[in-house]
């Protein structure tokens, strides 16, 4: 079957993401080339210019393809996990966010975009707006959890989003530490922490 123009042109912007996120990961964002990321492609500069305005569109679409795909996972966790206890609907979230930092290609592309955000104030508003968007996401997750336990947690939703967020960045940059606990078990004290008890009867 032919395919559509439409067709064809998702199915080049998929391939441009593909090709942007594996060389940042490989090299980095300092030495990301869109010459090199449309050969990577298989495209010309013509191609790139049709589906995005410029590299920090780019870095901006890979980054909330991301986060978008990590809170649909996180959501299922929390829907499919609701009937079980708290402490295992904890523990599956916590191995959830230990897996993710273990990840090596995104873990690397998170860092990369935080440290080019930190250098480029441009790029920086766009994607502190994307990281927001992905801490409000999680804080409604945190809301249904504490709402269908009966928690009252020790900070507010959106606070202990931004936490979890901070303390998962820190893990990847703090790469293996010998004699540290497993990342799960630092992920799931956490929340365990911040839970909070259930609501006076």
């Known amino acids: 079957m032919r395919k559509t123009r439409e067709q064809g042109r998702q199915e080049t912007r998929q391939r441009l993401i593909a090709a942007g996120q594996a060389a940042i990961v490989r090299e980095g964002i300092g030495a990301l080339s869109l010459r090199g990321v449309c050969e990577e492609a298989g495209y010309s500069q013509g191609a790139f210019y049709s589906n995005f305005s410029s590299r920090d569109e780019l870095l901006l679409t ?3 393809l991301h986060i978008h795909t990590e809170v649909e996972v996180l959501r299922n966790i929390v829907q499919f996990a609701r009937q079980e206890t708290l402490g295992d ?10 897996s993710t930092a273990k990840d090596t290609q995104w873990s690397l592309l998170a860092i990369e975009l935080q440290l080019h955000a930190q250098r480029d104030a441009q790029f920086s508003n766009a994607y502190n707006d994307a990281k927001a968007g992905y801490h409000t996401e ?8 504490t ?13 202990i989003a931004i936490g979890l967020y901070a303390l998962w960045s820190g893990l990847v940059v703090q790469g293996t530490v010998p004699g540290a606990l497993p990342r799960d078990q630092i992920f799931l ?10 609501h006076a009867a």
């Open 189 to 198: 004290a956490f929340l365990r922490a911040i839970a909070g008890p259930p």
């Open 62 to 64: 890979i980054m909330e």
């Open 89 to 98: 609907l904890l523990s599956a979230v916590a191995e959830r966010l230990a």
């Open 138 to 145: 999680f804080a409604l997750l945190v809301d249904d959890i």
């Open 147 to 159: 709402s269908h336990f009966g928690l009252t947690p020790a900070l507010p939703s959106l606070q």
